[in-house]
């Protein structure tokens, strides 16, 4: 299938491991031109394909972060055609009265203000060359809040709201703009969480993550999501397969049935 990517130009912001580190890839494979903002990002700095990398260093947490992310790409392309919001935290929570005023500072600051400046960095770009995409990521959190992940949960909400609006408002400026909302993925914090999980239950690794599957998230097609299965879907909304599809939101969670 032709994605038609070749020579776009892609902004991805937290692209140095897991959901980030597997999109780029994606990307770079389809000969797209990736500039991606990470903290750590040695291993977004090493993909290699038919596409570029451009790995920049940065805390995209902070106010000017997002902005110098979108001002490389334009500086070194002079457009912006694809932003892929994946910025996110997800604190494990002992429960609502437990989360303190700087928590969910920390949190809505990352998970949805970082989004907010990304967007307001190229959008104008986007309104000025005629186009483009925006992919946020969400979560299955979104839409079923979990009482242990209050404020991660309230953020991607937000992240779903402001998805739609953005939606409507540049439609017809031809920007599309959706969401994916991942359930479970196998990345380092699903890894940690897993680990812990597994010493609470006395069992191996791998039996806690099947119990994790199966038995707690009753994931319908029995495992967690790869990073790479959630990037096929943005690289799907990405691309001219889905020129129609705006203010949606993809759920990508194998079926988990606590999950509407």
Request: net charge neutral; proline share 4%; glycine share 12%.
């Amino acid at each position: 299938m032709d994605y038609g990517l070749a020579g776009k130009v892609v902004v991805i912001t937290g692209a140095g491991s897991g959901i980030g580190l597997a999109t780029a890839r994606a990307f770079v494979t389809e000969g797209a031109s990736v500039v991606g903002g990470d903290l750590e990002p040695a291993a977004l700095s090493r993909l290699t394909g038919p596409g570029s990398v451009t790995a920049v260093t940065l805390d995209l947490a902070g106010a000017q972060g997002p902005t110098a992310l979108a001002s490389a790409a334009l500086r070194s392309y002079g457009r912006v055609d694809v932003l892929v919001n994946n910025l996110g935290v997800a604190p494990y929570r002992q429960g609502f009265l437990h989360i303190t005023d700087e928590d969910w500072r920390a949190t809505l600051e990352i998970n949805l203000l970082s989004m907010v400046r990304a967007c307001r960095a190229v959008i104008p770009a986007m309104i000025e060359q005629g186009g483009g995409v925006i992919i946020s990521l969400a979560s299955d959190a979104g839409r079923q809040p979990d009482p242990f992940f209050a404020d991660y949960a309230l953020s991607k909400a937000a992240v779903l709201s402001l998805s739609k609006t953005l939606s409507m408002e540049f439609g017809s400026h031809g920007i599309r703009v959706n969401t994916v909302s991942p359930g479970p993925t196998h990345t380092a914090a699903l890894d940690a969480f897993i680990g812990r999980l597994s010493q609470d239950l006395g069992l191996p690794a791998d039996q806690g993550l099947d119990h994790f599957a199966k038995v707690m998230r009753r994931l319908a097609l029995g495992r967690v999501n790869t990073p790479e299965e959630v990037a096929g879907v943005i690289l799907f909304l990405a691309s001219s397969q889905s020129r129609q599809v705006t203010g949606a939101d993809y759920t990508v969670n194998a079926g988990s049935t606590r999950f509407v």
